[in-house]
């Protein structure tokens, strides 16, 4: 049989409160967010690896306190004054400053909406895959204000999340696989988020490619226990 022709079609990601899976791993930075009127000084630091659910925990919060999300590469060009007059704002990605081709304009950019959005009586809300004294940050006055920023982390998740993960990403996909299959591939990848997106991809593509649906024999000839 000839292989299928492939599409890369896009995913449908949802990003609601009701597809948030709550574990182990991540249910005291939950809380945390939940408790926004206790932030000291009305802001907070969410860390976690690539694929951890940052951006999903983001968008809830943004949706439920009236929020704005820019990410901090699309800072040194964003009107400032104007998103510190919304009720909240979330800037994604602060550590990869030193990455962007303008560090010191993002910086300077954060440094004044961090100072805005407080002022005007909002909240922060900062993501970021490590604590901000990993950020190399050159501005003393940003450092000093987000190395005293009340720091809540998403841990590495545990196996109850692994699948909880795996059955969005194949919801996001709009695919169908077998209940038991879940657990099994839990068994066969890496601990980490970003496992979780990388082995979806692989079944999705070799599925689409065999012109079969994803099975436990597909998921076997990719993911041999003995690997």
């Known amino acids: 049989m000839a292989e299928q022709l492939i599409l890369d079609l896009p995913t449908r990601e949802v990003l609601g409160r009701d597809t948030f899976f709550v574990a182990p791993s991540n249910a005291m930075a939950i ?13 907070l630091v969410l860390i976690g690896s690539p694929g951890s659910g940052k951006t999903h925990m983001a968008h809830v919060f943004a949706a439920e306190h009236d929020g704005v999300i820019v990410s901090v ?4 060009e964003a009107d400032i004054p104007a998103l510190a007059t919304q009720r909240s704002v979330v800037v994604e990605d602060a550590d990869r400053m030193p990455e962007l081709a303008d560090p010191k304009a993002a910086e300077n950019a954060l440094f004044h909406l961090h100072n805005l959005t407080l002022a005007e009586g909002g909240r922060l809300l900062v993501t970021a895959r490590t604590a901000p004294n990993h950020w190399a940050l050159t501005l ?26 795996l059955v969005k990403q194949f919801e996001d996909r709009q695919i169908t696989v077998p209940v038991a299959l879940i657990p099994w591939l839990v068994k066969r990848m890496e601990r980490s988020a970003g496992a979780v997106r990388q082995m979806v991809e692989t079944l999705d593509r070799e599925a689409l490619r065999a012109g079969k649906p994803i099975s436990r024999g597909l998921a076997q000839s990719l993911f041999p226990a003995d690997a």
């Open 31 to 43: 809380a945390t967010l939940d408790s926004v009127a206790t932030w000291p000084s009305g802001k």
């Open 73 to 76: 590469a699309e800072l040194s």
């Open 140 to 165: 003393p006055d940003l450092a000093s204000r987000m190395q005293g920023t009340t720091v809540t982390r998403i841990d590495p998740p545990d196996d109850m999340l692994l699948m909880a993960m």
